[in-house]
Antibody, heavy 118, light 110 residues
Framework: EVQLVESGGVSVQPGGSLRLSCAASGFTFSRQTMSWVRQAPGRGLEWVAKMKEDGSDVSYVDSVKGRFTISRDNAKNSLYLQMNNLKAEDTAMYYC???????????WGRGTLVTVSS | QSALTQPASVSGSPGQSIAISCIGT?????????VSWYQQYPGKAPKLIIY???KRPSGVSTRFSGSKSGNTASLTISGLQAEDEADYYC??????????FGGGTKLTVL
């Protein structure tokens, strides 16, 4: 069974930093593109970033470029999102999703909540 | 990086069929067949229900179907059931090696 478990979401002040983690199991993590997708409270889904299985083919939504960095550790079956210079508009549930290299996002975690507020 | 356009809400009675449109551009829906649809219940993670515009993942009800024509993709739900009441999102691969979602459609089963 595919499982994606996010962690690291907390309340942080504007300008602060945060690192989200996603622990994956139930599939061959080292062979899959992985993505982060977020959802602001009461709003729709927004794709944030993706990374290919070998760490290449990295891309970001314009609103986070230069502030967020996606990374992965295939030995630990883990995906990460380093978030710097956080803004109020980054407040959202952040989902780890399997896919983004083509096709679709076929499995999702339950999400971790990031709140940016003073 | 504009979002795809979906109606904010649709409704239908049990047993009826409804369709949700997803309007994109030649930079996304019109060029790539990588359109997918997701169902999301309140407080839950999204679930993939259609991929590559018209394919259904294993285990997804045959009442869900997808299509694409030009810059517009559509999700059709036939034989509407109370359990179909949820939010639905379309998504497409886009120029620039990015993904874009629609704004979401709230389905109400009357």
């Amino acid at each position: 069974e595919v499982q994606l478990v996010e962690s690291g979401g907390v309340s942080v002040q504007p300008g602060g930093s945060l690192r989200l983690s996603c622990a994956a199991s139930g599939f061959t993590f080292s062979r899959q593109t992985m993505s982060w997708v977020r959802q602001a409270p009461g709003r729709g889904l927004e794709w944030v970033a993706k990374m290919k299985e070998d760490g290449s083919d990295v891309s970001y939504v314009d609103s986070v470029k230069g502030r967020f960095t996606i990374s992965r550790d295939n030995a630990k079956n883990s995906l990460y999102l380093q978030m710097n210079n956080l803004k109020a508009e980054d407040t959202a549930m952040y989902y780890c999703a399997k896919g983004g290299g083509g096709c679709c996002f076929d499995y999702w975690g339950r999400g971790t909540l990031v709140t940016v507020s003073s | 990086q504009s979002a795809l356009t979906q109606p904010a809400s649709v409704s239908g009675s049990p047993g009826q069929s409804i369709a949700i449109s997803c309007i994109g551009t030649s930079s996304d829906v019109g060029t790539y067949n990588l359109v997918s649809w997701y169902q999301q219940y309140p407080g839950k993670a999204p679930k993939l229900i259609i991929y590559e515009a018209s394919k259904r993942p294993s285990g997804v009800s045959t009442r869900f179907s997808g299509s694409k024509s030009g810059n517009t993709a559509s999700l059709t739900i036939s034989g509407l059931q109370a359990e179909d009441e949820a939010d639905y999102y379309c998504c497409s691969y886009s120029d620039g090696n990015i993904w874009v979602f629609g704004g979401g459609t709230k389905l109400t089963v009357l």
